[in-house]
């Protein structure tokens, strides 16, 4: 089901399903002080921790799917409930500049230093290959039918591997 819920084990996001984070550690401790922001919720939302959250064009943290005019703010820390409130009516944290895995279907080493968008076809734990969408971040390490992403923001480059 495109976009539902996050299931097991991704409704825990910071509880990867691998523990070696080698390839990253360096920038995710260089941004570990700095590196969570907070945004208001749209309204009739429910955001799940470890979700990819976006920023709508009227400001508003959502889960997805992206459109292009939306902007990457980076991982939910917690899982906010807003499905029955008003835009702005509560507030998510969401974590960036850090590595996290993601589903992907062809994960494979040529895809280390590439960058990955959201998939809009499928939930919100699932990268693609980088076309003409929201880049989510860079590839820093791949396993089987996973990808592990240095995260950046919509408004920050990726960095190099």
Known sequence: MPWANLTEPWDDGW???????????????AAR???????????????????MVFINTPGYAFPGP?????????????????????????LIRVMSLHCRWFKHADAEAADV????????TADPAT????SSGIPIGRCVAHDTNLVQLYITTSALPAPAP
């Open 33 to 51: 002080r700095d590196c969570s922001l907070g945004f208001l919720v749209a309204a009739n939302t429910k955001i799940f921790r470890g979700s």
């Open 15 to 29: 509880s990867n399903l691998k523990t070696s984070t080698r390839k990253c550690q360096g920038a995710h401790t």
């Open 113 to 120: 230093g590439s960058t990955f968008e959201a998939d809009d």
């Open 66 to 90: 992206p459109t292009v005019a939306d902007v990457f703010a980076g991982t939910a820390i917690s899982t906010v409930d807003n499905s029955t409130g008003s835009n702005g009516d509560k």
């Open 127 to 130: 990268v693609r290959d980088y």
